[in-house]
């Protein structure tokens, strides 16, 4: 069974950085990409950020310049770094395999004060 974990997510005001992690396990991490999601209050998830088994990461146009995804395969975890946040960027964060997966985490809360 797939189990996927996250966290790392805070209270931080704008301007600020914070390090998402993603925890997987359950499956062979190293041949599947990854993507970060988003949500926040009163909207539909939206896609962040992606990131193939060859590291090839992509991005949001709204988030792009200011954050990095990145994988430890040792560790089979996914991070999000998140740098400049705005208070647009408050939201849950999730991550996901690539495909996506029917079912998801719990999530991890980031709120950007201004």
């Known amino acids: 069974q797939v189990q996927l974990v996250e966290s790392g997510g805070a209270l931080v005001q704008a301007g600020g950085s914070l390090r998402l992690s993603c925890a997987v396990s359950?499956?062979?991490?190293?041949?599947?990409?990854f993507a970060w999601y988003r949500q926040a209050p009163g909207k539909q998830r939206e896609l962040v950020a992606t990131?193939?088994?060859?590291?090839?990461?992509t991005y949001a146009d709204s988030v792009r310049g200011r954050f990095t995804i990145s994988r430890d395969n040792a560790k089979n975890t996914v991070y999000l770094q998140t740098n400049s946040l705005k208070p647009e960027d408050t939201a849950v964060y999730y991550c996901?395999?690539?495909?996506?997966?029917?079912?998801w985490g719990r999530g991890t809360q980031v709120t950007v004060s201004s």
């Open positions: 996901n395999k690539l495909p996506r997966l029917a079912g």
């Open positions: 359950g499956i062979t991490f190293s041949i599947y990409g």
């Open positions: 990131i193939s088994a060859g590291e090839t990461p």
